[in-house]
């Protein structure tokens, strides 16, 4: 199982990126999903999820009503859109499968992350 993080960059406080999770060797149709992020000197710290059938969502409080998780089954890939990026923003983007119970916790390897820089 390979999860391929892409559509990091650096962008302007305000500024918006799209970043996309490719998964390969496990379909995620049955899976939840979640991006997670990890700041310098920080730990890995959960950003967003969404259910199996893309009706349920959850974010941090630090990004609800700016950042926008969404799912394409028949690509196998996950997404997340962030607006209004903030300088506080600025991490590796990961994603990876959500355990069944809680938002939170993730299981299986992770990827090599997708690197979002906000500049004041």
């Known amino acids: 199982v390979q999860l391929v993080e892409s559509g990091g960059g650096l962008v302007q406080a305000g500024g918006s990126l799209r970043l996309s999770c490719a998964a390969s060797?496990?379909?995620?149709?049955?899976?939840?999903m979640g991006w997670f992020r990890q700041a310098p000197g920080k730990e890995r710290e959960f950003v967003a999820g969404i259910n199996w059938t893309g009706s349920s969502t959850y974010y941090a409080d630090s990004v609800k009503g700016r950042f926008t998780i969404s799912r394409d089954d028949a690509k196998n890939t996950v997404y997340l859109q962030m607006n209004s990026l903030k300088p506080e923003d600025t991490a590796v983007y990961y994603c990876?499968?959500?355990?069944?119970?809680?938002?939170?916790?993730?299981?299986?390897?992770w990827g090599q992350g997708t690197q979002v820089t906000v500049s004041s």
């Open positions: 990876n499968f959500l355990k069944t119970l809680g938002w939170s916790a993730a299981f299986g390897s």
């Open positions: 060797g496990r379909s995620i149709s049955n899976y939840r």
